[in-house]
């Protein structure tokens, strides 16, 4: 499909516009190639042109002019998104909001910024305004936006304490532009929260975001070894359940994947099991005895401010990055072992899949009760072994996140969302944003071929 660039460029002189060849390619791409499925259904994947609007102002007169026009616009944030939420399917603009950076204000235990705001810069402005941070990051903090983290992820490093970005309480405020002839600005709050967050930017611009933030703490990156996968997890279980101790991160990882992959990181027997956590400098004696039950020893322990590589950069996505560096064939799932079984579906799925599937475990609290997502890495061989590792997760009561699929339904929704459609069609009337990204905006009856009633962001009527 042809769009008319020039009329909009001619439009809109003003605003900053990329088109040299070789950026506009690298600015429609993300981190899709984690999956070897989406590498091989979006490597095509380009814009026409980028945009990059200073303002909201900007950003409402580029949406009503490419409304005019019918030309497709897809949100940017930093583009670290992993199954292609960020790129065009069908061409158009790629709206970047890199610019839109300001963080607006900070009260003790609230801040707000443009969504364009690196999620790091937040949190040095809030560490120093108002003793604050942010309650939970993605482990790309020191790239990521916090209006791609809300457009596009899920949680990160503090779910462990405080859930996921879904969860009430977890975002605050939201203003969006719409895509309509007049484009408006919205403020959501509350429950109307849930039409922009995870929604791929697929029913408006977010251009503010509101944030509730945690006490700062001078936090402490552990490095503990265990004898066994099994081990580590009941000792991950047994952290994330002590409600007294202040930590930010308890992630698992099964042998080799700290030996095989991590570079720079301390020796570690051939079998050990790792826990990489973050806890504040207090609580540590509480460790002490729990250490020991579980047969664990301290292998490191270092202020995250002054490690060379954060821990945080070795876990949740990042664990899949640094094995990719080391063998590009790996890829990962995104699984949930829902409470109150999950140790004993880990230690079933370890005994199903051995080195085929090394267990990548990070501890949350979903729903108030701790549970763990996997982010286990596969050693691919074919999409049809793969297909068959998730169906066999699934059928053993371990919902699959398809991080192998682009669409809103078929990764973390499992489901129409009725309530981001309805929106999107006041919204989003021509359905120009991030065409292709919402399956049911195109067939509203779509089902999931395997139906079940886990979902990690239920839709507003199932949470009733
Ligand atoms: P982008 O990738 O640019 O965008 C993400 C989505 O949000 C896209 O659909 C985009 O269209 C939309 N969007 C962006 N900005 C806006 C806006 N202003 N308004 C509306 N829609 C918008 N995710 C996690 O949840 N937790 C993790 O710990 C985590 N770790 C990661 C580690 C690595 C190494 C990688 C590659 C990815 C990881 N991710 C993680 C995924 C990704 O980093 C996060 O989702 C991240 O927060 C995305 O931010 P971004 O600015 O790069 O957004």
């Known amino acids: 499909m042809t769009h008319d660039i020039t009329g909009l ?25 984690y999956s070897p499925v989406l590498k091989r259904q979006l490597n095509g994947a380009r ?15 580029l949406l009503a002019e490419c409304h005019a026009r019918r030309i497709p616009v897809t949100t940017r944030g930093a583009g670290t998104g992993n199954y292609g939420q960020a790129m065009p399917l069908l061409g158009g603009v790629v709206l970047d909001m890199s610019a839109m950076d300001a963080v607006l204000w900070a009260k003790p235990g609230l801040v707000r910024a443009q969504a364009g705001a690196k999620i790091i810069d937040m949190d040095r402005h809030t560490r120093a305004a108002v003793g604050g941070e942010l309650r939970f990051h993605p482990s790309t903090k020191r790239t990521a936006t916090i209006g791609g983290f809300i457009g596009g992820g899920s949680s990160g490093i503090g ?4 859930g996921i970005l879904r969860e009430p309480g977890n975002v605050l405020g939201l203003r969006v532009v719409t895509m309509e002839e007049t484009p408006r600005v919205l403020e959501l709050r509350g429950a109307e929260l849930d039409l922009a967050n995870h929604a791929y930017g ?20 552990l490095t503990l070894a265990f004898p066994s996968l099994m081990d580590a997890a009941r000792f991950g279980d047994a952290l994330a359940s002590m409600d007294g101790v202040v930590k930010k991160l308890v992630c698992v990882l099964a042998a080799p994947i700290a030996q095989q992959y991590f570079k720079g990181f301390p020796a570690l027997g051939e079998t050990e099991a790792v826990v990489l956590a973050m806890v504040a400098p207090p609580y540590l004696d509480a460790l002490v005895p729990l ?20 821990a945080y950069e070795f876990t949740w996505n990042h664990t899949t990055l640094q094995a990719l560096k080391v063998d590009r064939s790996i890829t990962y799932l995104q699984t949930l072992f829902p409470a109150p079984d999950h140790l004993a579906l880990i230690a079933r799925m370890e005994r199903e899949f051995g080195d085929e599937v090394p267990i990548h475990l990070e501890y949350v609290r979903l729903g108030g009760r701790v549970c763990c997502f996997g982010l286990q890495l596969v050693r691919f061989t074919t999409e049809e072994r793969l297909n068959e590792i998730i169906r066999i997760h699934e059928d053993a009561g371990a919902p699959i996140f398809n991080p192998h699929a682009f669409t809103l339904e078929e990764g973390g929704m499992k489901q129409v969302d009725a309530a981001q459609l309805a929106f ?6 021509l359905g120009l944003l991030n065409p292709g990204k919402m399956l049911a905006w195109d067939d509203p009856d779509w089902t999931p071929d395997r139906p079940g009633k886990v979902y990690l962001f239920p839709a507003a009527e199932d949470e009733a």
């Open 424 to 429: 999107k069609r006041q919204a989003d009337p």
């Open 159 to 162: 779910s462990c304490t405080w």
């Open 291 to 310: 250490l020991a039950r579980h047969w664990g020893r301290e292998v490191a322990r270092i202020r995250t401010e002054d490690a060379p590589v954060p």
């Open 9 to 33: 460029m001619a439009a809109l002189p003003g605003l900053d516009w990329i088109t040299d060849p070789a950026l506009v390619r690298q600015k429609s791409r993300d981190f899709f190639w």
């Open 202 to 221: 697929t029913t408006g611009i977010i251009t503010e975001v509101e944030m509730p933030l945690a006490p700062s703490e001078d936090w402490l990156d």
């Open 47 to 61: 814009a026409d042109v980028v945009a990059v609007p200073r303002s909201e102002e900007e950003v409402v007169r």
